[in-house]
């Protein structure tokens, strides 16, 4: 089985237009999956019906039996979260979930509840099966949901004997990145030709290399700023990132976007057409990939 | 007055306001999007100080250790684990809660530490700029947010903080405490699902909230009427031109291409301070 991951260092760089795009365009079965569980885009684009919801839990939060409380203030002298008010309330947005509360609780008035912190979907769409998710605003373990995304995807393509796996993947370097990163055979680094761009991709470049995970560039807006595309390209070869391909400046990608529909279903603009030219070769480079 | 800037997607030009406000209103900037930190690449500041910000994790002394398993027993993270012989510790999983150095009963725990990443501040462009870089590889953005507020806000004054995207706990440990947070959408499906959650997750904190709405122009009227239903304020309009992101590929501020803007952007402080 073969998994493309599509990042992007920055956010709003095209990467979910990018994946609707190869998600339409991809003649073979394929399973979709949105990773980017706190901003999840993709089914905005694919038009999916959901066939199945489950909740995820995922940390822990502290309840209090007020019957047992004797109002010591163990539990807010050890809590490190500063989670516990001088009354004693527990402020569940600052609490980490640690338990250490309830461990030196002397009258065992506190219990940890395991915590709901999100929703994972199975969906149906005109592309082939979409696994989806979206952590509750707010929440923590947005990471544990990427995990687990990505373990339903793998057991989907399993049983369907599906040969690829097509994720979009949250922004910036942290810890849903690196959860989205495990195990992908590579991925695709969605970026555009300016001093951000520039910026968050040589980040985004320095955790794929300690991750030692392969990366293929994809210049999107790529003539927004032709000097800086250039540097961008410099960057990518010096790097070892081969051009996948450049999408250029294209409105017809925002009005793509307005209809809900993948890109190459609603235009045939110069930015469709390069995307097309990027689904050929990376075609042929997955030919290439060990599964 | 803190002014938190978020957006719930990525890429709809939070930074891009943020800089144009702090300009605008002669504020303190604190860029918290420590995953990808951008504002100092508008305000290009001369670095007048620089700290390395670490977090705890804990070390054993295996000589001390009796293996009874305490500190496995209390970690709720999955942090640590013992064997017969050997104690393993997971630092990336770590939320130095202290549990385990406490529950010891061999005092075999210490604490070690982990570089979460480094705070940088300066001057550039008359704006005082603090922006945290997250160590690439650390997993953990919140303690670095944390230790940037923690350092850089100015009681007294108006500092504005640019927030990571998102929803999750490290939007809210930006936005925590502020008194006002302006959501930056565009007008387009993905800006208004986006803008849902953020808003959302605003509210848990209790912070009064209002929107910008960048690239302005297309008729988008799912957008007003998710406005007027959440009673969200709609306090700028910032149009969709080329011209705006050709100067934002090159760092150039917004008020370089339209300071027609300045004046809005001027007295919209006095009016967040009405409403928060």
Sequence with gaps: MKEILVVSGKGGTGKTTLCAALAALWEDSKVMVDADVDASNLPLLLSPRLLERTPFFAGWQPVRDEEKCTACGTCREKCRFEAIGEDLEIDLLACEGCGV????????????????????YLSETP????????????????????????????????????????????????????ASLSGVSLCLLVTEPTISGLHDVKRLAALLRHFKVPGYLVLNKADLAPDLAEEM??????????????IPYDPEVFRALHQAKPLPEVSQAPAAKAVREIKNRLEKILEEVAT | MIVAVASGKGGTGKTTVAVALARAWGARLLD????????????????????EIYRMVPVVDEGRCTFCGKCKEICHFSAITVFPGTVLTFPEMCHACYGCLEVCPEEALSEGQVLVGKIFCGRGQGVELAYGALEVGEPMASPLIKALKARYLSPGSVSIIDCPPGTSCAVLTAVRGADFCLL??????????????????????????????NRAGVDYPELHRFLKAEGLPLLLEIPHRREIAEAYARGKSLLEVMPELREALVSLLPSLRRTS
């Excluded at chain 1, 373990?151 to 910036?172: H, N, Q, S, T």
């Excluded at chain 1, 390209?233 to 450049?246: I, N, Q, T, V, Y």
């Excluded at chain 2, 499906?189 to 986006?194: E, K």
């Design chain 2, 32 to 51: 918290a999007d420590v995953e990808e930190p951008n504002a100092h690449l508008f305000l290009r500041p001369e670095i007048s100080q620089t700290e």
């Design chain 1, 233 to 246: 390209l410099a960057f990518a070869r010096e790097e070892g990132l081969p051009h996948l391909g450049s």
């Design chain 1, 127 to 178: 592309y082939g099966p979409l696994v989806h998710a979206e952590l509750y605003p707010g929440e923590e373990n947005s990471g544990k949901l990427v995990a687990e995304v990505k373990k339903r995807a793998r057991r989907l393509a399993e049983e369907k004997g599906v040969g690829c796996i097509f994720l979009d993947g949250p922004p910036g370097v942290g810890c849903p990145v690196i």
């Design chain 2, 184 to 213: 930056v959408t565009e007008p387009s499906p993905f800006g208004l699902h986006d803008l849902r959650q953020a808003a959302r997750a605003v509210k848990t904190l209790g912070v009064p909230a209002g929107v910008i709405v």
């Design chain 1, 101 to 120: 509360c309830a461990w030196f609780c002397p009258e065992e008035a506190i219990r940890m509840d395991e915590k709901e912190v999100g929703e994972v």
